[in-house]
């Protein structure tokens, strides 16, 4: 690490090569769709209707809880991450493990908020080429929000009943 990279990292060890190669992927993954869509005459949608930034949103929130806590998807985080404990509703919390680029996505696949950044960025891209199947599958997650809360309203109201 350079001097101002120490200084600013004050010896936690940050990956902070490992957050800038991350962060190269994900421009470019952006850059390259921006690209191939162009060169296909993929016309952008001339607005995007509140409705779905709300829908997108829902659904980028809900994807980056399932990959980021979800015990099933374990196997994802499993090469960057150690399981640091159980968290509420069956979610996990895990943290990062090694250094370098594998800590780096171990931070990512570890945090539902930076995970979120990557499955909007996704979404928007998908929304993009295709309004009406990106609207499905954020439906499809959408319905997977609500019926969370419902599970925990349930659990609330029978934890008052018992109480």
Do not use: H, N
């Not at 993929?42 to 929130?61: C, I, K, Q």
């Not at 994807?63 to 640091?84: G, W």
Request: net charge neutral; charged share 20%.
């Amino acid at each position: 690490m350079t001097t101002e990279a120490e200084r600013y990292d004050d010896g936690d060890g940050l990956p902070l090569g490992g957050y800038a190669t991350l962060a190269s992927v994900f421009t470019a993954g952006i850059g390259s769709f921006a690209l191939v869509a162009r060169r296909r005459g993929v016309r952008l949608p001339p607005d995007v209707p509140p409705w779905d930034v709300l829908l997108m949103g829902t659904a980028a929130y809900k994807a980056s809880r399932v990959v980021t806590k979800d015990k099933i998807t374990s196997f994802i985080r499993v090469p960057f991450t150690r399981r640091a404990d159980e968290g509420e509703a069956s979610e996990v919390m895990d943290e990062p493990r090694g250094s370098g680029l594998r800590r780096a996505v171990g931070d990512l696949v570890s945090c539902p908020f930076c995970t979120a950044a990557w499955a909007a960025g996704a979404l928007a891209c998908s929304y993009a080429a295709s309004p009406r199947l990106t609207r499905l599958v954020c439906a499809g997650f959408g319905a997977l929000t609500v019926a969370d809360w419902l599970q925990y309203a349930w659990t609330a109201t029978q934890q008052t009943v018992e109480g």
